[in-house]
C-alpha cells in the first residue's frame, strides 16, 4: 500500500471485494478531510428529457443533524450556479429546483447538475440528457470494390444533430431469405458510413437500411435493395503513360491499362480521360472511350505541358445492365507537346464533347475514306500513320517557308539580325 | 556514483557497483517515465474535457477520498529514503491498471467512440510497462521487493463495471477523475524519484 494516510480496503486475508462499487463508495459515501460525514442524493438520477421540456429536481441532504440543511444548498449546472429564484426549500433537509424550456445537452456525457453546500462542497450530482430522438437516416448509397466488399453512406436524420449519443447501425440481408446481419466496420469513408468486408453473395439482391437509436427513441431508414453486381466500381487504370506522337505538335498519345482485379471482366467497360494545362484548374473531358485502353489526344496547344487523367466504369460485369460506378482518377501524368512557331490551336481531344468540328468530323471522315480506298482501290499501304506523317511533314515545310522569308511566328515580316553582343 | 542526499542508499555495499548497463536501464526507465508524465496530463485535459464542466475548471474541488486500494503519494513521500520511495511508485503503477481500465468500461457508456477509450486501454498499458521496468531496476539494484498486492480478477472488474454503472453517470465521472489525478501523480512521482538515481540528476 502507497504512503500516504491508509486506505480503507484493509491488508486482510479475505477475498478483496469486487472493485468498482467499493471504489464508488469511497467516492460517494467516504468523509471528506475535516468535512464530517455528510452527503445528499439528487432526484432524479440521470434523467432523460426533450429539448423544450421541464425538469423538477430534488437535494436531499442525509448524515449526521450538524451536517448541513437545505437553507445553505444551491445548485449549479454545468458548472454556472442557477439563480436562487428557481429553487425552493420542501423542508430542513431537501431543496428543490425547477427548469424550464431546457436547451440540448452541452457534452453527450450529459450535462452536470450539481448540489452543494454552502461552502461550495459537491454533495451530489445528476446528469441530464436533453436532447430529440433520431429521425429517419435517408439517402443510402452503397458500391464494391471489385465485387469483393460493400461500403455504404448514409445521411443522419435532422442533420444528426439530437443532442445525445446516436448509434446507426447499418443492417443487411438476402432479399428473400437469410438474417439480419449487421455491419460492424464504421466510419470507413466518413462518420455515416460502413464496410462489409466479405461474405456477400452476387446475383442475388440484397435489402439495406440503417437504423439510429438514442435515448429518446429509434427511427429506420426506408430499405435499399441493390445487387452487388450494379453497383461495382474499381481501382484506377494503372500504368497510364502520356507520350508525344511523333512530331505533331498538337497531338498527345494515351495509354493506360486494364485495372487488373477484374480485367477479366472489363468487356464492356469505359474509360473517362480528363487533361489539362499545366496552369490551369479547368479540367477537359473526353467521355465514352469505350473499351480502349489508349487513346490520342488532338488540337492540344504546342509546347505546353499537359496533365492527364484516366478512369474506368466496370460497366456490364456479369451482364448487368445498370450505369455501373466511375472509379477515382488515376494519378495524374505529365506530358509537353512539340513547341511550334505558329501558335496552335485553342484545344481539343479525341473526342470532343462539343470540341472543334475541324478535328473530330474531319479525322472521323479520313479515317472512314481510308477504310473505302483500301476495300475499293489498290491502296493497301495507306493508313492513318501515312496521313500524320504527311501532316509532320507539312509542318516542317511550312516552318523552312517562313524561316527562309523571314515571317515571324505572328505572320509578320523581320529583317535579318547580325550576331547577337 | 558520487554519495549525496536522496542518492540511493544501498549503494553503500562497494560489492554492488552500478553496470553500465544497469545505468543505461535506469537512463531508459526514467526517460520513460518522462514520456508518460506528458502523456498523463493529455489524458488528464481530454478527460475533464469531455466530462464537461464543471470537470477541468480552475477551482473544481469534487470529493477526494482515496480510492480503494491506491491513494496519492503523500506529504511526507519526498523525505521517504529512495529506495521506499521507489518500492511505493511500483506499487501505485501495478495497481493503477485495472483502475484505468474499469474506467474505460464505464466511458464507454458516457462517451462512447471517442478517442479517450484508447486513450485509456494506452495508458493501462503504458502503467504496467512502466511499473514493470521500475521492478526491473528495483531488483537489479539488489531492492527488496515489494509487497504483492492482491490484484482483482478481469471477470470480477467486469461485473463491478456493470454493477458501477448503475450509480449513476456523476459518481462514475467523478471516479474516473479521480483515476486519471492518481495515474498522473504517480507517474510524475516516478519520474522525480528515478531522476535521483540518474548520475548528475537532481540531488
Known amino acids: 500500500m502507497p504512503a500516504g494516510r491508509p486506505g480503507p480496503a484493509a491488508q486482510s486475508a479475505r477475498r478483496p471485494p469486487p472493485l468498482l462499487p467499493l471504489l464508488l463508495l469511497c467516492v460517494l459515501g467516504a468523509p471528506r478531510g475535516g468535512s464530517g460525514a455528510h452527503t445528499a442524493v439528487i432526484s432524479p438520477q440521470d434523467p432523460t428529457l426533450l429539448i423544450g421540456s421541464s425538469l423538477q429536481a430534488t437535494c436531499s441532504v442525509r448524515g449526521d443533524p450538524q451536517g448541513p440543511t437545505a437553507e445553505g444548498l444551491y445548485w449549479t449546472l454545468n458548472g454556472r450556479r442557477l439563480p436562487p429564484e428557481l429553487s425552493r426549500i420542501l423542508n430542513a433537509s431537501t431543496l428543490a429546483l425547477a427548469l424550464a424550456n431546457l436547451n440540448g445537452s452541452r457534452q453527450q456525457s450529459g450535462d452536470n447538475l450539481v448540489c452543494h453546500a454552502q461552502d461550495g462542497s459537491i454533495l451530489a450530482g445528476s446528469c441530464l440528457y436533453v436532447g430529440l430522438p433520431p429521425e429517419k437516416p435517408f439517402n443510402i448509397s452503397c458500391w464494391s470494390k471489385n465485387m469483393k466488399d460493400l461500403t455504404c453512406r448514409w445521411t443522419p436524420g435532422a442533420h444528426g444533430e439530437t443532442f445525445l449519443h446516436t448509434n446507426y447501425s447499418l443492417k443487411y440481408k438476402l432479399r428473400w431469405y437469410g438474417q439480419d446481419n449487421t455491419c460492424e466496420e464504421y466510419h470507413t469513408v466518413g462518420p455515416h458510413s460502413c464496410h462489409i468486408p466479405k461474405d456477400l453473395a452476387l446475383f442475388t439482391p440484397y435489402e439495406i437500411w440503417v437504423e439510429a437509436t438514442n435515448r429518446l427513441g429509434s427511427a429506420r431508414s426506408d430499405v435499399l435493395t441493390l445487387d452487388i453486381l450494379d453497383v461495382v466500381t474499381t481501382d484506377p487504370p494503372p500504368d497510364v503513360h502520356v507520350s508525344r506522337v511523333g512530331g505533331l505538335e498538337d497531338q498527345l498519345s494515351v495509354r493506360w491499362v486494364s485495372p487488373p482485379a477484374l480485367k477479366d471482366f472489363l468487356f464492356q467497360a469505359k474509360y473517362q480521360i480528363r487533361y489539362r494545362v499545366e496552369d490551369s484548374v479547368d479540367w477537359k473531358v473526353v467521355d465514352d472511350v469505350s473499351n480502349q485502353t489508349s487513346c490520342r489526344l488532338a488540337g492540344l496547344k504546342p509546347g505546353t505541358v499537359y496533365f492527364v487523367q484516366v478512369r474506368c466504369n466496370p460497366f456490364g460485369i456479369y451482364g448487368s445492365k445498370k450505369a455501373g460506378i466511375w472509379s477515382e482518377w488515376s494519378h495524374p501524368t505529365a506530358a509537353s507537346t512539340p513547341r511550334s512557331e505558329r501558335p496552335g490551336p485553342g484545344g481539343g481531344a479525341c473526342e470532343p464533347r462539343g470540341g472543334e468540328p475541324s478535328s473530330g468530323p474531319v479525322r472521323r471522315e479520313l479515317k472512314q475514306f481510308l477504310g473505302w480506298l483500301k476495300k475499293h482501290a489498290y491502296c493497301s499501304n495507306l493508313s492513318f500513320r501515312l496521313y500524320d506523317q504527311w501532316r509532320a511533314w507539312m509542318q516542317k515545310s511550312h516552318k523552312t517557308r517562313n524561316q527562309d522569308e523571314g515571317i515571324l511566328p505572328s505572320g509578320r515580316r523581320g529583317s535579318a539580325r547580325g550576331p547577337a553582343r | ?203
Open chain 2, 1 to 203: 556514483m558520487s554519495q549525496r542526499e536522496g542518492s540511493l542508499d544501498f549503494q553503500a555495499d562497494s560489492s554492488i557497483s552500478p553496470l553500465p548497463l544497469l545505468e543505461a536501464k535506469i537512463h531508459q526507465t526514467h526517460s520513460l517515465a518522462r514520456l508518460l508524465t506528458k502523456y498523463a496530463e493529455q489524458l488528464f485535459q481530454e478527460y475533464v474535457q469531455l466530462q464537461g464542466d464543471p470537470f477541468g475548471r480552475p477551482g473544481f474541488s469534487p470529493p477526494r477520498p482515496p480510492v480503494a486500494g491506491l491513494s496519492a503519494p503523500g506529504a511526507g513521500h519526498a523525505g521517504l529514503p529512495l529506495p521506499e520511495r521507489l518500492r511505493l511508485d511500483a506499487g501505485a503503477l501495478a495497481a493503477l491498471p485495472p483502475l484505468l481500465d474499469a474506467v474505460r468500461r464505464l466511458q464507454a457508456e458516457l462517451n462512447p467512440r471517442t478517442a479517450l477509450l484508447r486513450r485509456l486501454e494506452e495508458a493501462a498499458r503504458r502503467a504496467r510497462a512502466l511499473g514493470a521496468a521500475l521492478e526491473a531496476v528495483l531488483a537489479a539494484l539488489g531492492a527488496e521487493p515489494r509487497e504483492p498486492r492482491p490484484e482483482p480478477a478481469a471477470a470480477a472488474a467486469a461485473a463491478a463495471a456493470a454493477a458501477a454503472a448503475a450509480a449513476g453517470a456523476f459518481p462514475a465521472k467523478l471516479l474516473g477523475l479521480r483515476v486519471c489525478g492518481l495515474y498522473r501523480d504517480w507517474v510524475s512521482r516516478t519520474e522525480a524519484d528515478l531522476g535521483q538515481l540518474v548520475p548528475g540528476g537532481p540531488a
